[in-house]
């Protein structure tokens, strides 16, 4: 199994964190009111990379699990982990019980129906900041439902496999400190494919160099689909908007294929083909890294064609299907999803 490991931070990573960090606190601190001067902190996020497998092995400590469902641009799950005494404290805020009756409940640590609805709205909450967080961030189109079946975790009913996403994930680790109640671990965990290729933003691994792969399509959906098929703390896909662009990205840290896929070429080459390709022949350093060149209407006496002008990566095969495989050879990464 994979160890966690820390995401280094960028500006962009920075932002979106924020962006989240701060809609909780804030939320949180509507619940206790405009006229409280004592206010709930939330820290900055630390973010690591990690298999599910190894946060719930390491991950013992009483907490209420909040779920996220995912949908339309990205399918999947998010998950909240709230240390118990969190969730009850928070749930009793927005029941506005009494700081007496609250510390009784605290001291109890039951979690009955009560509870459950108040925190489930809490949950709710927090829910659309994320929502909105992703939409402001992104063009896509990724909308969030909150499915809080009431369950504490540790639980027999909630192992590894009921963890729906089986990819490694970023998990956001911070503190949230609630007055008169002491600090406790809030955890939010996402999708890798999720946090990387939808919200674009780039995970730097401390300590790990992936092996790059640059790849332009002539459709963004295609680029995006290898993207979520093949990063992996190991596998960094790069996709540029322009096949000429790749030309511009071939000083990435360890480059070891290219991926170029025209939607049609036909032979005769039209003009504005022979230009392109005959600027990627003259490129000595692009023409060194191996290269997977495909197109939608491709043919074996289009490829002959091809590889007579010295694109010996021309090929009939597929971009979604083969290319992972054949990138494989290149990249060496056993962990990529099948």
């Given at each position: 199994?994979?160890?966690?490991?820390?995401i280094?931070?960028?500006?962009?990573?920075?932002t979106?964190?924020?962006?989240?960090?701060?809609?909780?606190?804030?939320a949180?601190?509507?619940?206790?009111g405009?006229?409280?001067?004592?206010?709930?902190?939330?820290?900055?996020?630390?973010p690591?990379?990690?298999?599910?497998?190894?946060?719930?092995?390491s991950?013992?400590?009483?907490?209420?699990?909040?779920?996220?469902?995912?949908?339309?641009?990205?399918?999947?799950?998010?998950?909240?982990?709230?240390?118990?005494?969190?969730?009850?404290?928070?749930?009793?805020?927005?029941?506005?019980?009494?700081?007496a009756?609250?510390?009784?409940?605290?001291?109890?640590?039951?979690?009955?129906?009560s509870?459950?609805?108040?925190?489930?709205?809490?949950?709710?909450?927090?829910?659309g900041?994320l929502?909105?967080?992703?939409?402001?961030?992104?063009?896509k189109?990724?909308?969030?439902?909150?499915?809080?079946?009431?369950?504490?975790?540790?639980?027999?009913k909630?192992?590894?496999?009921?963890?729906?996403?089986?990819?490694?994930?970023?998990?956001?680790?911070c503190s949230?400190?609630?007055?008169?109640f002491?600090?406790?671990?809030?955890?939010?965990?996402l999708?890798?494919?999720?946090?990387?290729?939808?919200?674009?933003?780039?995970?730097?691994?401390?300590?790990?160099?992936?092996?790059?792969?640059?790849?332009?399509?002539w459709?963004?959906?295609?680029?995006?689909?290898?993207?979520?098929?093949?990063?992996?703390?190991?596998?960094?896909?790069?996709?540029?908007?322009?096949?000429?662009e790749?030309?511009n990205?071939?000083?990435?840290?360890?480059?070891?294929?290219?991926a170029l896929?025209?939607?049609?070429?036909?032979?005769?080459l039209?003009?504005?083909?022979?230009?392109?390709?005959?600027?990627?022949?003259?490129?000595?350093?692009?023409?060194?890294?191996?290269?997977?060149?495909?197109?939608?209407?491709?043919?074996?006496?289009?490829?002959?064609?091809?590889?007579?002008?010295?694109?010996?990566?021309?090929t009939?095969?597929?971009?979604?299907?083969?290319?992972?495989?054949?990138?494989?050879?290149?990249?060496m990464?056993?962990?990529?999803k099948q």
């Open positions: 199994m994979e160890k966690p490991v820390r280094t931070g960028n500006d962009k990573i920075r979106f964190n924020e962006k989240v960090r701060n809609g909780i606190e804030h949180l601190n509507f619940m206790l405009p006229e409280s001067t004592a206010k709930i902190q939330v820290t900055p996020f630390e690591f990379l990690m298999p599910i497998e190894a946060y719930i092995n991950y013992k400590k009483k907490s209420v699990l909040i779920k996220l469902l995912a949908e339309n641009a990205f399918t999947g799950e998010l998950y909240w982990f709230f240390e118990m005494k969190t969730a009850l404290v928070l749930g009793g805020l927005l029941r506005m019980l009494a700081p009756s609250l510390v009784e409940k605290v001291n109890q640590g039951t979690f009955d129906a509870d459950q609805d108040a925190f489930g709205e809490v949950g709710n909450q927090l829910s900041i929502d909105r967080a992703f939409r402001t961030l992104t063009n189109n990724i909308h969030l439902r909150m499915d809080f079946d009431k369950k504490v975790y540790p639980d027999e909630i192992k590894v496999e009921s963890f729906l996403n089986r990819e490694e994930y970023v998990v956001l680790l949230i400190t609630i007055p008169n002491g600090t406790e671990k809030l955890t939010l965990l999708p890798r494919t999720l946090y990387e290729v939808l919200l674009n933003l780039e995970i730097e691994l401390e300590g790990i160099q992936p092996k790059s792969i640059l790849v332009y399509s459709d963004p959906a295609r680029s995006e689909k290898l993207q979520a098929d093949m990063n992996s703390r190991y596998t960094k896909v790069i996709s540029v908007d322009k096949p000429d790749l030309l990205k071939l000083e990435v840290p360890n480059l070891t294929a290219i896929d025209f939607k049609v070429l036909s032979f005769p039209a003009h504005q083909y022979q230009i392109l390709l005959k600027r990627f022949l003259a490129n000595r350093s692009f023409m060194r890294i191996p290269l997977f060149l495909s197109w939608e209407n491709n043919s074996a006496e289009g490829v002959a064609e091809l590889q007579k002008m010295g694109f010996t990566g021309a009939t095969a597929s971009l979604l299907t083969d290319f992972p495989k054949w990138a494989a050879a290149f990249t990464d056993t962990s990529r």
